[in-house]
């Protein structure tokens, strides 16, 4: 960790932070527009690991802001409301997170390292990739990803830019944008949230509550004005809780983003199921996102047949058991059934689509469960699969299992 990090490890916390004017949560209103611009009052300002007069920083060229600490600290043997980190050494710069990912694109559009993992793989329909180096508006990137998907995972949500210009009366080329959650303590290194200075182009938020229980989406705005040698800048804070969140699934996928398997994302072939308990019941049983008819339809599709259901009078059926991971990925994929020569195309596309699953919950968190079923489906007389019929779950679990 850089020597400026080191001053955030060695705070003394003093009771409840001293919020900086927050404003409504109400997307829908003119509350959430700041009424005011700040100056840090009582924060510290540290330029390469040492405190500086606030004023005396507009005596250093070149200074670029590293990072805000928006909680109680001691520095010196002073109290401070916060702290604001800059540098004009690299030795100081902080390491960026994801600074080494591939470009990401999303249905045609790209988006950032953040924002693809708080996406729902549920909905992927394909995955691609390339591995060498692709240069796009000047940036290097270390390859490039692209997602396919059925729905629009933009709606409902905002660009930064077009955040700066609603909510914002200042032009974009002042902005230095630091997204933080919206917590009243410090607990580990994420509280600090991140500061984003360029690219603005390729994130997103969502202005609207997303989700009632966890509380995600932008609570709060607040600009704080900085006087560099250069000029003044703005420092728009934006509070959101989802720069904490993660989707599990997503953070899996992209955990190392060039190495997945974009045949089989979501399928995990070499999980050892020695020493985990995995449910056969649970309080509410692992299912494909959207249910078995949009499932089917996914099946139907990778196996390249029609997604109603076909003409085929014959009707066949397929037994099959895998587990659901915590994460819901899928593994120990298995046939139940005798072998026929169109099986091994179901399971491939069940392979394939491993990423609809979600998983099991029991005693309100996600758990390792197995699924047991049958999908049916209709053949020609010629025993070649016309089109997928239905799936039906076993009431007895134990007993399918082998």
């Known amino acids: 960790m850089k020597s400026y990090m080191l001053f955030i490890f060695v705070l003394l916390f003093a009771g409840r932070t001293l919020a900086q004017s927050l404003y409504s949560a109400n997307p829908d209103s003119a509350s959430l527009f700041p009424k005011k611009h700040g100056r840090f009052e009582d924060y510290a300002f540290v330029l390469n690991g040492n405190v500086i007069e606030q004023d005396s920083l507009m005596n250093y060229f070149g200074t670029k802001l590293n990072t ?37 694109f999303v249905n045609g559009r790209q988006v950032s390292p953040y924002h693809i993992r708080l996406l729902k793989v549920e909905a992927y329909n394909k995955i691609s990739k390339t591995i060498r180096d692709t240069v796009i508006d000047g940036k290097l990137y270390n390859g490039c990803i692209q997602i396919d998907t059925d729905e629009d995972i933009f709606a409902g949500r905002i660009s930064l830019p077009q955040l700066i210009e609603k909510y914002t009366d200042l032009p974009l080329e002042k902005i230095i944008f630091h997204w933080r959650g919206g917590g009243y303590h410090y607990t580990s290194e994420d509280d600090i949230g991140t500061i984003i200075d360029n690219d603005f182009s390729v994130h997103s938020f969502s202005i609207a509550k997303i989700d009632h229980n966890t509380n995600l989406g932008v609570s709060a705005i607040e600009i704080d004005r900085v006087r560099f040698a250069e000029g003044e800048r703005y420092v728009v804070h934006v509070v959101d809780n989802t720069y904490k969140w993660r989707n599990a699934k997503a953070n899996l996928t992209f955990s190392d983003p060039l190495a997945i398997d974009t045949l089989f994302p979501c399928y995990l072939p070499d999980f050892d199921e020695d020493g985990y308990s995995i449910f056969t019941s649970t309080e509410i049983s692992p299912q494909p996102y959207k249910g078995n008819t949009g499932y089917l339809k996914k099946l139907s599709r990778s196996m390249g047949l029609a997604s109603e259901k076909g003409s085929g009078v014959i009707i066949d059926s397929i037994a099959i058991q895998f587990v659901v991971l915590k994460s819901g990925m899928l593994s120990r994929l298995k046939s139940l059934s005798p072998e026929k020569v169109y099986h091994k195309d179901i399971l491939i596309a069940i392979k394939k689509n491993a990423c609809i699953w979600l998983p099991a919950i029991q005693g309100g968190r996600p758990v390792l469960s197995w699924v047991k079923m049958k999908i049916f489906y209709k053949t020609d007389p010629k025993g070649e699969i016309q089109s997928l019929d239905r799936i039906e779950f076993p009431h007895n679990i134990r007993a399918f299992k082998n």
């Open 68 to 104: 805000v600490f928006p909680y109680p600290i001691q520095l010196e043997g002073r109290s401070y409301k916060g702290a604001v980190y800059f540098h004009n050494k690299e030795y100081y710069a902080p390491p960026i997170r994801y600074a080494n990912d591939p470009a990401y």
